[in-house]
């Protein structure tokens, strides 16, 4: 990129810092209870100050209130969405970033501050801009800018409640390698890999050495999966585990049809597995027509190389005269 080619999207860009995005727009539905269960529910948070009217009346603050991390929820514009917004700054600046080549996005951080406690009957208000853009960055990503909005959130008397700061990178993708011209083989896409963390990097290695393993508390020899450090039985870190025979049934099942996942095999059935020795597994079922897989299936797993760099236990029907 030359120094002038830099100029002139930097001169287009800047021209967008301090731009609203959103006017000052108060959110369709006043806080209520069930927005606010229902994402209490998604993110398994039981803290009683929010549904707990009983617990909340005995509180310091007399009333429940709405989790603060939810401000941001009550503005948004559901389904409509799918139809297309009305051009604004953020999506201006989005298109000037694209036409000079910085068509990569990746968000990289939000923080939210909270000022004031809202509770059901309350209305927020939300206005966005754009806060900033910084100077042009070279990432491990590609070069690009940062551009950050700054949400703000009011309540009805027009006290400030929150505020979120969202920052995006804009950047030129790097080149991929050509493709494989000089090679002998196209690259084949393997599935997602396997997260193996800490506590549960044994349980893949063991998959990888051919075995389908169960956690077991050695204290109170309760079979747990997936891995984690504590049983939740008895609260020890004690543990050991079994091999699995992979004898299992159907608790549930779902095809996956869209969007196809390069890596994997369609018809892809995924299915919650009980096995015989207590525990669940989820997993694919193969061997069969999809329309054939029903709840209370019995099925036996096998441990197959799934592509070039995975094992992962598949179950077949376990009927008769099918594999295995
Ligand atoms: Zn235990």
């Not at 539905?29 to 009683?48: K, V």
């Not at 091999?243 to 919650?272: F, M, N, R, W």
């Not at 079922?285 to 209370?296: L, N």
């Amino acid at each position: 990129m030359t120094t002038d080619e830099q100029k002139a999207i930097e001169s287009e860009i800047y021209a967008f810092i301090g731009q609203e995005v959103y006017p000052p727009t108060p959110a369709a539905d006043d806080i209520n209870d069930a927005m606010i269960r229902q994402w209490a529910e998604i993110m398994g948070d039981n803290n009683p100050a929010y549904l707990d009217k009983d617990w909340a009346a005995k509180s310091i603050r007399g009333n429940t209130i709405s989790p603060p991390a939810m401000m941001y929820v009550w503005g948004q514009e559901g389904f409509q969405v799918t139809k297309g917004r009305a051009p604004n700054a953020m999506s201006n600046l989005v298109s000037v970033f694209d036409k000079h080549g910085y068509t990569g996005v990746l968000g990289t951080n939000v923080k939210q501050e909270y000022f004031k406690e809202v509770s059901p009957g309350d209305n927020v208000t939300i206005e966005m801009i754009i806060d900033n853009i910084s100077e042009r960055k070279t990432t491990a990503r590609g070069t690009g800018y940062f551009f950050e909005t700054l949400s703000t959130f009011t309540d009805q008397s027009g006290e400030t409640i929150g505020t979120q700061r969202f920052k995006v990178l804009k950047f030129i993708p790097q080149e991929q390698p050509a493709a494989a011209a000089s090679e002998d083989k196209l690259d084949v896409p393997t599935r997602i890999a396997s997260p193996r963390g800490y506590d549960n990097k044994w349980w893949w290695e063991a998959c990888d050495d051919g075995k389908v393993l169960i956690q077991r508390c050695k204290d109170c020899q309760t079979l747990r999966h997936p891995p984690r450090p504590m049983c939740g039985e008895c609260q020890s870190m004690e543990w050991d585990s079994i091999e699995s025979t992979l004898d299992g049934e159907i608790l549930s099942h779902t095809e996956l049809h869209h969007p196809k996942i390069p890596g994997y095999q369609y018809p892809l059935v995924c299915a919650v597995i009980k096995l015989a020795e207590g525990t669940n597994l989820v997993s694919n079922v193969i061997g069969c027509d999809p329309s054939e897989v029903h709840i209370g299936m019995k099925v036996k797993g096998v441990l197959e190389q799934v592509d070039e760099k995975t094992m992962l236990p598949q179950f077949y029907p376990a009927s008769p005269g099918i594999r295995p």
